[in-house]
């Protein structure tokens, strides 16, 4: 399976599948954040939207063993990361996930404030910076 490195959290790549799903593995993200990730997955499978989405695939561990991985497609990955109590991650990541919840909120008031247009494609996203185009 061909994955692209999507993104770079607290020296960790952050991977997702090449196909049309785009499906990413919470580990590397639970180990970039400090947090637990079998807690993680099982909340996911008691979430009543995610545990429909989750899928078990094989991805190269950064040990460059295959290992079955826990997986949501990457429309569901922010709504996730969205649940997660800034007070569980690790100190190192603190800020960027208060940074993300805070982008979450604002990217929500904007859909709604829009009249529920897309603004996905007319809002960017830079730094601590949204700029709606």
Excluded at 81 to 86: R, T
Excluded at 106 to 120: P, S, T
């Amino acid at each position: 399976m061909e994955t692209t490195v999507i993104t770079r959290v607290n020296n960790v790549d952050i991977v997702a599948t090449s196909d049309e799903r785009k499906m990413v593995p919470i580990r590397p993200i639970c180990e970039a954040l400090g947090i637990d990730d079998k807690a993680q997955r099982d909340r996911i499978k008691r979430d009543e939207i995610l545990c429909k989405e989750v899928q078990l695939l094989r991805f190269y561990g950064k040990d460059g063993k295959e290992h079955d991985m826990t997986c949501l497609p990457i429309e569901y990955i922010f709504g996730w990361l969205f649940s997660i109590s800034h007070k569980r991650v690790s100190e190192d990541a603190f800020q960027q996930v208060l940074q993300r919840k805070m982008q979450c909120y604002h990217a929500i008031y904007l859909y709604i404030e829009n009249g529920f247009k897309n603004v996905c494609t007319t809002t960017c996203v830079q730094g601590n910076v949204i700029t709606t185009y």
